[in-house]
Protein backbone atom coordinates (compact mmCIF):
# COMPACT_ATOMS: atom_id res chain seq x y z
CA UNK A 1 0.00 0.00 0.00
CA UNK A 2 1.10 2.92 -0.84
CA UNK A 3 -0.14 6.64 0.19
CA UNK A 4 0.84 9.61 -2.12
CA UNK A 5 0.00 13.39 -0.62
CA UNK A 6 0.14 16.58 -2.81
CA UNK A 7 -1.10 19.89 -2.51
CA UNK A 8 0.46 21.59 0.06
CA UNK A 9 1.82 24.85 -0.72
CA UNK A 10 2.09 28.59 0.92
CA UNK A 11 -0.85 30.85 0.73
CA UNK A 12 -1.78 33.64 2.90
CA UNK A 13 -3.93 34.23 5.88
CA UNK A 14 -7.97 33.92 4.47
CA UNK A 15 -6.96 31.94 1.70
CA UNK A 16 -7.67 28.28 0.47
CA UNK A 17 -5.91 25.01 -0.23
CA UNK A 18 -6.70 21.34 -1.31
CA UNK A 19 -4.44 18.85 -0.29
CA UNK A 20 -4.62 15.18 -2.38
CA UNK A 21 -4.35 12.00 -1.14
CA UNK A 22 -4.21 8.80 -3.57
CA UNK A 23 -3.95 5.28 -2.09
CA UNK A 24 -2.43 3.06 -4.24
CA UNK A 25 -1.82 -0.82 -4.47
CA UNK A 26 -3.26 -4.01 -5.63
CA UNK A 27 -6.36 -6.15 -4.12
CA UNK A 28 -7.24 -3.22 -1.25
CA UNK A 29 -10.12 -2.17 0.47
CA UNK A 30 -9.57 0.97 2.24
CA UNK A 31 -11.82 2.12 4.54
CA UNK A 32 -10.99 5.28 7.15
CA UNK A 33 -8.85 7.67 5.62
CA UNK A 34 -7.87 10.95 7.43
CA UNK A 35 -6.10 14.10 7.61
CA UNK A 36 -3.47 14.87 10.72
CA UNK A 37 -0.48 17.52 10.85
CA UNK A 38 2.57 18.06 13.29
CA UNK A 39 3.72 21.74 14.11
CA UNK A 40 6.95 22.69 14.44
CA UNK A 41 7.43 21.15 18.42
CA UNK A 42 3.83 19.63 18.96
CA UNK A 43 2.66 16.53 18.57
CA UNK A 44 0.42 15.09 15.52
CA UNK A 45 -2.93 15.81 16.11
CA UNK A 46 -6.05 14.60 14.06
CA UNK A 47 -7.31 17.54 11.91
CA UNK A 48 -10.67 15.20 10.17
CA UNK A 49 -11.15 11.88 9.14
CA UNK A 50 -14.04 10.04 6.70
CA UNK A 51 -15.56 6.29 6.81
CA UNK A 52 -15.35 4.63 3.76
CA UNK A 53 -19.64 5.28 3.79
CA UNK A 54 -18.79 9.27 3.96
CA UNK A 55 -19.31 10.53 7.89
CA UNK A 56 -16.78 12.46 9.19
CA UNK A 57 -15.92 14.44 12.53
CA UNK A 58 -13.34 17.30 12.23
CA UNK A 59 -11.03 18.90 15.12
CA UNK A 60 -13.17 21.85 16.73
CA UNK A 61 -10.22 24.18 15.85
CA UNK A 62 -11.15 23.58 11.91
CA UNK A 63 -14.70 23.20 12.03
CA UNK A 64 -16.94 25.00 9.68
CA UNK A 65 -13.49 25.64 7.66
CA UNK A 66 -11.85 22.76 6.56
CA UNK A 67 -14.14 20.15 4.75
CA UNK A 68 -13.00 16.27 4.36
CA UNK A 69 -14.27 14.12 1.53
CA UNK A 70 -12.99 11.23 -0.74
CA UNK A 71 -13.76 9.23 -4.06
CA UNK A 72 -14.04 5.97 -3.31
CA UNK A 73 -13.33 4.64 -6.51
CA UNK A 74 -10.13 6.57 -6.65
CA UNK A 75 -8.98 5.39 -3.16
CA UNK A 76 -8.63 9.49 -2.80
CA UNK A 77 -9.14 12.01 0.14
CA UNK A 78 -9.09 15.32 -0.37
CA UNK A 79 -8.89 18.49 2.60
CA UNK A 80 -10.33 21.32 1.41
CA UNK A 81 -8.60 24.29 3.84
CA UNK A 82 -10.66 27.76 3.49
CA UNK A 83 -10.35 30.56 5.90
CA UNK A 84 -6.60 29.57 6.45
CA UNK A 85 -5.12 30.79 9.51
CA UNK A 86 -0.86 31.06 10.53
CA UNK A 87 -2.17 28.37 13.39
CA UNK A 88 -2.68 26.04 10.38
CA UNK A 89 1.12 26.14 9.37
CA UNK A 90 2.07 22.30 9.78
CA UNK A 91 3.28 19.66 7.75
CA UNK A 92 0.02 17.65 6.65
CA UNK A 93 -0.03 13.59 6.94
CA UNK A 94 -2.92 11.52 5.25
CA UNK A 95 -3.65 8.06 6.86
CA UNK A 96 -5.36 5.23 5.61
CA UNK A 97 -6.87 1.98 7.28
CA UNK A 98 -7.01 -1.19 4.81
CA UNK A 99 -7.75 -4.16 4.30
CA UNK A 100 -4.65 -6.23 1.62
CA UNK A 101 -6.24 -9.46 -0.11
CA UNK A 102 -3.32 -10.06 -2.11
CA UNK A 103 -1.82 -13.10 -0.22
CA UNK A 104 -3.02 -15.97 1.60
CA UNK A 105 -4.64 -14.20 4.50
CA UNK A 106 -6.12 -10.84 4.64
CA UNK A 107 -4.07 -8.59 6.34
CA UNK A 108 -5.40 -5.31 8.50
CA UNK A 109 -3.08 -2.42 8.11
CA UNK A 110 -2.70 1.96 8.52
CA UNK A 111 -0.67 3.30 6.17
CA UNK A 112 0.60 6.74 6.19
CA UNK A 113 1.81 9.55 3.49
CA UNK A 114 4.91 11.56 3.32
CA UNK A 115 3.76 14.54 4.64
CA UNK A 116 3.26 17.80 2.77
CA UNK A 117 4.08 21.13 4.28
CA UNK A 118 1.13 23.71 4.33
CA UNK A 119 2.58 27.39 5.25
CA UNK A 120 -0.15 30.07 6.10
CA UNK A 121 1.64 33.60 6.33
CA UNK A 122 0.44 36.53 8.16
Known amino acids: VQLQASGGGLVQAGGSLRLSCAAS????????MAWHRQAPGKERELVAA???????NYADSVKARFTISRDNAKNTVYLQMNSLKPEDTAVYYC?????????????????WGQGTQVTVSS
Open 95 to 111: EADYLDFGGPTVVAGRK
Open 50 to 56: VTSGGST
Open 25 to 32: GTRLTIND
